[in-house]
């Protein structure tokens, strides 16, 4: 598969060392010979260094051939004439990265379609939505939704004293109320079997239906954590606008910008229910009169990773119960992890996971990639005649850093075991280490 990516920034180099290691055919296009240099030279790409709205450079970086072409550009304009060019030459599916909302509205999708841009991606809509996602409950560190809700994975930090703790999973019982998917020990992520454990510090993920909830909130040892109410966000980004228009009523919401004409700009943009507040969102005697003391959520979104985690850091010392940060530099990531951040937001990876779902062969409804843990979710929608419909799934022989946490059939969720047989036209949620979606989906077509 050939995919040539437009504009070697953050997204599009992260995007690039994903794909690399699939063994396709990726060319990265930018006009800075300084960004393509940060590329490093082990990953098994071509780079080129023309302009993504030059016919001439498009047809040097074989946008002509592609069977995917990424715009990711800083430029929404530069990635839309570009995914036209692009398609004009001969492109077969196009993707732009946007900065305005109005543009992913269903009405305009069919003009977008017709210029030649097959997809819309909008970074700071994905994350302003795992955000309030994220908020839902003040006692996870991250949480997704599959199949409208049939099936939900959380990210648990477990303490010392979680009832499931030193315990193989084995032991833990046949008919559970869920399925342990992924767990996250000091930077080393683990696909279990029966044999693994949980310790104290693991970042846990499980698969369950919504009605075990409360279960799992008991055995996590997490009762006692109030439900979030009142949320402060340091920093009016674009991600704190989205994130203030998505949150439930229920939630009363305090934005802390200390550019006053950003403030002025804040209060045309968010609801009224929403305060805006000019300042220093590191200043204590603020937060202090803002009832920092009394808030279940703080959510630092400044354009600085390392201001993000430092702002969090002090906002649990204030009690804070859930506190996520922005952290863009990749290499703070497991830093922020360390320091018992809480919720790490990052636009590439998001961005990263959206894209690669569209070159994947088999029919995938969502892809998330685990920001902490170097693992992967998938939605498959499941042939007739696949391989994983042919035995149970114990007799599949899932490649090692595979497993399967649950399916929708018939619009009920189901929890899968070793013996659960895979049916064609179940929707099923896979978890993998990070970079092997591509090489399962072979099971699924």
Same mark, same amino acid.
């Given at each position: 598969?050939?995919?040539?990516?437009?504009?070697?920034?953050?997204?599009?180099? +992260?995007?690039?060392?994903?794909?690399?290691?699939?063994?396709?055919?990726?060319?990265?296009?930018?006009?800075?010979? =300084?960004?393509?240099?940060?590329?490093?030279?082990?990953?098994?790409?071509?780079?080129?260094?023309?302009?993504?709205?030059?016919?001439?450079?498009?047809?040097?970086?074989?946008?002509?051939?592609?069977?995917?072409?990424?715009?990711?550009?800083?430029?929404?304009?530069?990635?839309?004439?570009?995914?036209?060019?692009? =398609?004009?030459? %001969?492109?077969?599916?196009?993707?732009?990265?946007?900065?305005?909302?109005?543009?992913? *509205?269903?009405? +305009?999708?069919?003009?977008?379609?017709?210029?030649?841009?097959?997809?819309?991606?909008?970074?700071?809509?994905?994350?302003?939505?795992? $955000?309030?996602?994220?908020?839902?409950?003040?006692?996870?560190?991250?949480?997704?939704?599959?199949? %409208?809700?049939?099936?939900?994975?959380?990210?648990?930090?477990?303490?010392?004293?979680? *009832?499931?703790?030193?315990?193989?999973?084995?032991?833990?019982?046949?008919?559970?109320?869920?399925?342990?998917?992924?767990?996250?020990?000091?930077?080393?992520?683990?696909?279990?079997?029966?044999?693994?454990?949980?310790?104290? %510090?693991?970042?846990?993920?499980?698969?369950?239906?919504?009605?075990? $909830?409360?279960?799992?909130?008991?055995?996590?040892?997490?009762?006692?954590?109030?439900?979030?109410?009142?949320?402060?966000?340091?920093?009016?980004?674009?991600?704190?606008?989205?994130?203030?228009?998505?949150?439930?009523?229920?939630?009363?919401?305090?934005?802390?910008?200390?550019?006053?004409?950003?403030?002025?700009?804040?209060?045309?943009?968010?609801?009224?229910?929403?305060?805006?507040?000019?300042?220093?969102?590191?200043?204590?005697?603020?937060?202090?009169?803002?009832?920092?003391?009394?808030?279940?959520?703080?959510?630092?979104?400044?354009?600085?990773?390392?201001?993000?985690?430092?702002?969090?850091?002090?906002?649990?010392?204030?009690?804070? !119960?859930?506190?996520?940060?922005?952290?863009?530099?990749?290499?703070?990531?497991?830093?922020?992890?360390?320091?018992?951040?809480? !919720?790490?937001?990052?636009?590439?990876?998001?961005?990263?996971? +959206?894209?690669?779902?569209?070159?994947?062969?088999?029919?995938?409804?969502?892809?998330?990639?685990?920001?902490?843990?170097?693992?992967?979710?998938?939605?498959?929608?499941?042939?007739?005649?696949?391989?994983?419909?042919?035995?149970?799934?114990?007799?599949?022989?899932?490649?090692?850093?595979?497993? $399967?946490?649950?399916?929708?059939?018939?619009?009920?969720?189901?929890?899968?075991?070793?013996?659960?047989?895979?049916?064609?036209?179940? +929707?099923?949620?896979?978890?993998?280490?990070?970079?092997?979606?591509?090489?399962?989906?072979?099971?699924?077509?």
């Amino acid at each position: 598969m050939r995919i040539v990516i437009a504009g070697a920034g953050n997204v599009g180099i +992260h995007l690039a060392k994903l794909l690399a290691g699939e063994n396709q055919d990726i060319i990265l296009m930018d006009e800075s010979e =300084h960004k393509l240099s940060r590329l490093d030279s082990s990953f098994d790409l071509l780079t080129i260094q023309e302009s993504p709205v030059s016919l001439r450079g498009l047809k040097e970086a074989g946008a002509d051939k592609a069977d995917l072409f990424v715009a990711v550009t800083p430029d929404e304009s530069r990635n839309i004439i570009s995914c036209q060019l692009a =398609h004009y030459l %001969g492109a077969k599916k196009t993707v732009a990265r946007i900065d305005n909302y109005e543009y992913l *509205q269903p009405k +305009h999708k069919e003009y977008f379609n017709s210029i030649g841009v097959d997809s819309l991606i909008y970074p700071e809509m994905l994350a302003a939505k795992d $955000i309030v996602d994220g908020m839902q409950l003040s006692w996870i560190r991250q949480w997704w939704e599959f199949a %409208g809700g049939a099936l939900v994975m959380m990210g648990i930090k477990l303490r010392d004293n979680a *009832q499931i703790l030193d315990k193989p999973l084995s032991q833990l019982g046949r008919e559970l109320p869920y399925h342990i998917v992924a767990i996250l020990r000091e930077g080393v992520t683990i696909i279990p079997s029966g044999n693994d454990t949980m310790q104290a %510090g693991d970042l846990v993920y499980f698969m369950t239906m919504k009605k075990h $909830i409360p279960h799992i909130r008991k055995i996590a040892g997490k009762e006692e954590l109030p439900d979030i109410r009142d949320v402060i966000i340091m920093g009016g980004s674009r991600i704190a606008v989205r994130t203030s228009q998505l949150m439930p009523d229920d939630m009363n919401l305090k934005i802390i910008e200390s550019d006053l004409d950003k403030c002025n700009r804040l209060t045309e943009l968010c609801d009224d229910k929403v305060m805006i507040i000019n300042g220093d969102g590191r200043d204590p005697s603020l937060l202090m009169s803002e009832g920092i003391q009394h808030t279940e959520a703080f959510v630092a979104l400044t354009d600085n990773s390392e201001t993000n985690i430092l702002a969090c850091l002090a906002a649990k010392r204030f009690g804070v !119960t859930k506190t996520i940060a922005e952290v863009e530099n990749i290499d703070y990531i497991n830093m922020a992890e360390k320091l018992d951040i809480g !919720t790490v937001i990052n636009k590439k990876k998001i961005a990263a996971s +959206h894209i690669y779902q569209m070159m994947l062969d088999a029919d995938v409804t969502n892809v998330k990639c685990l920001t902490f843990a170097n693992a992967d979710v998938a939605e498959f929608n499941v042939m007739e005649g696949a391989k994983i419909t042919r035995n149970p799934v114990k007799d599949i022989s899932l490649p090692r850093g595979v497993t $399967i946490g649950g399916l929708i059939r018939d619009r009920e969720a189901i929890l899968v075991t070793g013996s659960t047989q895979i049916q064609a036209g179940d +929707h099923v949620v896979v978890f993998c280490l990070e970079g092997m979606i591509k090489s399962i989906e072979k099971y699924f077509n």
